[in-house]
């Protein structure tokens, strides 16, 4: 037997006591179910670290020795493998006939058969190559790099061009206009105007010296060699200096856009960042060195219809940037280059295998991938993507186990009930502000499972056993209508701008229509959970209720400690940083009294240090960002608090479970060794250099250490003496 599945040896020298955690031999689960379940945590398990040293490494030590990175893969964890089954289950219904399909749920099938034309004997893609590229590019006005005429004489306008791309192709260049609720009336739509995004991942990459060096050689390689790919296939002669010359400027703008665009830290308080102006004003105040803001946004809605007039409210949230990039002067030669390859790069993924190689060193440079994604994951992944609300319905009627709700629906009511309660020991928040947290978290609309609506109402503080559940599934008219367009099996590049396109209108429509407060914010079909401060929403997809996280077979300790975390921490994102902004309502309000907003902010301080002071070897020795990741933080250290109090309780109404084979270990551990392996997982260096730039939660490895080192009840579960590195003296707590 290998040496994981011996009992755990707890040393009292430094880490805990030396007497083994006993379980009732009389008293053992011999399930099939659990079984598994123990397998699964000992084989995860590196029972040669002691807990109190590194849980972490304790409880995915033998998981991390087991797994390697996929060479397509930048990272891998335990969620990405319950993503890559979800896409196995996903790619069997795609390809499985059905007479029951609605029109919406052909369409898919449609999508997903014209990307997996390589499956006939003539590979369409690879056979069309850039020809649909190519296509597209003269439609937009050519692409000046790969043209020899290209001139602006009366033909040319910045503001029609990214009109263009942002209410035909989804895309937002130079500046990112969208429509979505209003944050301080979240019954309402309005025009939003934000900081753009960028070609490459983060704005660092663009400056800086070492590994960023390297990324910015390789992005401006991949640039030069699509643009000889296209001069080539034009019949043009290769002129390398000029293409060369002509890339380098775009690179150059690139990165004085990247300049101008605010620090992740600089906006993380929504509360500053919103600027409501009328579209006159938004005129008069950013000038853009003379950019019409009326022409660029009537010509947006036109796309629609929709008119809009000089008294259009609309919100700013990028006003450093817009003021920043007032007086820049660019050539429109420049510019056209720089939007149109912003468009390209987009489509490479759906381009023949010449663009794909194109791309390869690039890719190689900034996460470290040295292959392509097998091309039905592609394809899965892609209509899953465009299609999510489709493919929730299809995966909820094939593959979800629908008892699981009654289940899950409990966990929420209790983890709930278990927030109220805490909200009562807090001594740092005033009786005001923790009534208006009870009315918050009891208005909180959960969308959950298979696209079932479930509200707590009414919620009295000890009285939460009261669930209606309606329906919000979409209905046979509603689903067809969200999805009018036509595919082609023959055409994929084609189906993909249409569905830009799709995507771009549903969204600007909303402008003049009324906020559906029953809209999902995401599909059924994903590994992942997710709150909406404007909705004050939390959704629980069934895709992500998988072992470990949920099995209505395992013990509710691994339950509580895998799916009950997860509501938790989507619970709290109601709190957080961002979140406590906004009211039951969804409206970005101040419902806090002084005392208790600048108490939140002393707590919040002490996480933003002790996350600060963690620091990444794989990240070439990065601090993770305390400033940015708090949120998340907030969100984890309030989620396993809730989690495990939730889980007390209904071992003290429920009475305690059996324990599992081959583990001698009680519920409290198993609650807290299934929470550390659900975010078990490794990272490429070169992703990892990245991530802690852009990624708004801690690594995963910090993620179970921050949080537990916090957590009394986690050191008094494994014995920890005070001082060990999972016992420190200080600790922080928010919720």
């Known amino acids: ?80 493998i319950l993503g890559d089954k979800l896409e196995i289950s996903l790619k069997g219904i795609l390809e499985k006939p059905d007479t ?12 997903y058969r014209s990307c ?6 003539v590979n369409l893609i690879e056979k069309l190559d850039s020809q649909p590229l190519l296509k597209l590019i003269s439609s937009l006005g050519d692409w000046p790099v790969a043209s020899e005429d290209w001139d602006t004489t009366e033909r040319w306008s910045l503001e029609d061009t990214l009109a263009i791309l942002t209410a035909h192709f989804h895309k937002k260049a130079l500046l990112d206009m969208s429509v979505w609720m209003d944050d301080r009336d979240s019954m309402h739509h309005i025009i939003r105007i934000d900081q753009p995004g960028l070609g490459m991942p983060s704005r660092d990459l663009y400056f800086n010296d070492g590994n960023n060096q390297k990324v910015r050689k390789s992005y401006l390689y991949y640039m030069v060699s699509v643009a000889k790919i296209i001069r080539e296939d034009k019949n043009l002669t290769q002129d390398d200096n000029q293409v060369l010359a002509e890339m380098m400027q775009v690179l150059e703008l690139e990165t004085e856009i990247a300049n101008a665009t605010s620090l992740v830290e600089e906006r993380q308080d929504a ?49 450093s940037y817009l003021e920043k990039m007032n007086d820049h002067l660019y050539l429109c030669r420049t510019l056209q280059n720089y939007l149109m390859w912003l468009l390209i790069s987009d489509q490479v993924t759906s381009l023949s295998q010449r663009f794909k190689d194109a791309r390869a060193g690039y890719k190689k440079a900034l996460d470290g991938t040295t292959g392509e994604t097998a091309w039905w994951r592609h394809c899965v992944r892609y209509v899953q993507g465009s299609m999510e609300t489709a493919i929730g319905a299809l995966y909820v009627r094939e593959a979800f186990a629908g008892k699981s709700k009654l289940i899950v629906t409990d966990l929420i009511g209790e983890i709930k009930q278990a927030y109220i309660e805490t909200l009562e020991e807090l001594e740092w928040m005033d009786a005001p502000s923790k ?41 046979t008219h509603r689903l067809s209508r969200s999805y009018s367009l036509n595919f082609s099996e023959e055409q994929f590049f084609e189906n993909t701008l249409e569905n830009l396109k799709s995507e771009a209108h549903k969204n600007l429509k909303k402008l003049r229509e ?69 009211d039951k309502d969804g409206n970005m309000l101040n419902w806090w ?20 002071n963690f620091k990444w070897n794989l990240a070439g020795g990065q601090n993770v960002s305390g400033i940015t990741t708090l949120g998340e933080n907030i969100a984890d250290n309030g989620g396993i608090r809730q989690a495990f109090r939730a889980y007390l309780k209904w071992v003290e109404t429920r009475g305690e479970e059996e324990h599992l084979p081959g583990l001698d270990m009680n519920d409290k551990q198993l609650f807290f060794i299934n929470f550390a392996q659900v975010w078990c ?14 990624d708004s939660h801690s690594p995963l490895e910090y993620r179970v250490l921050g949080s537990l080192q916090n957590f009394e009840a986690f050191s008094e579960a494994f014995q920890c003496h005070k001082g060990s590195r999972m016992n420190p003296e200080q600790k922080c707590r928010v919720w």
């Not at 430094?14 to 123990?38: H, I, L, M, R, Y």
């Not at 997996?116 to 004997?121: C, Q, R």
């Not at 105040?285 to 809009?308: A, E, H």
């Not at 939140?600 to 996480?607: I, L, P, T, V, Y």
Request: glycine share 6%; hydrophobic share 30%.
């Open 271 to 319: 509360t500053t960042m919103y600027k409501k102006l009328k579209l006159s004003e938004l005129s008069n105040k950013f000038t853009f060195n003379g950019f019409n803001w009326k022409q660029f946004v009537q010509g947006v809605l036109k796309s629609v219809p929709i008119d809009v007039h000089p008294e259009e409210e609309v919100v700013v949230y990028s006003s």
């Open 681 to 694: 997982g490794a990272y490429r260096p070169e992703y990892a250099s990245q991530s802690i730039k852009t």
């Open 514 to 582: 009324p906020v559906d407060p029953n809209q999902w914010i995401i599909g059924a079909a994903v590994v992942n959970a997710f709150y909406s401060p404007n909705r004050n929403q939390i959704v629980f997809p069934a895709g992500i209720l998988q072992p470990p996280l949920f099995s209505k077979h395992q013990p509710q300790a691994l339950n509580f400690g895998g799916i009950g975390m997860v509501i938790g921490h989507e619970i709290m994102h109601g709190f957080d940083d961002n979140g406590r902004n906004f």
């Open 100 to 111: 029951r399909d609605r029109d919406a749920i052909k369409k898919a099938k449609i999508l």
């Open 435 to 475: 009534e208006k947290a009870r009315e918050k978290v009891c208005h909180t609309l959960l969308n959950s499972l298979n696209q079932t609506k479930i509200r707590v109402n009414p919620c009295h503080p000890y009285d939460l056993s009261t669930i209606f559940v309606g329906d919000g599934s979409q209905g």
């Open 593 to 612: 009294s002084n005392h208790s907003a600048e108490q939140f902010k002393e707590q919040s301080q002490c996480m933003v240090q002790q996350y600060g």
């Open 1 to 80: 037997m290998k040496e994981q599945f011996k009992r755990p040896q707890h040393d009292s020298s430094s880490s805990g006591e030396d007497q083994p955690f006993k379980s009732n031999p009389n008293n053992v689960c011999t399930t099939a179910d659990c079984v598994t379940a123990a397998s699964r945590l000992l084989q995860n398990m590196d029972q040669s670290v002691k807990p109190c040293d590194n849980f972490y490494q304790y409880a995915c030590g033998g998981w991390l020795a087991r797994h390697v990175i996929p060479e397509t893969s930048s990272y891998h964890s335990v969620l990405d």
């Open 116 to 121: 997996m034309n390589e499956s006939k004997s």
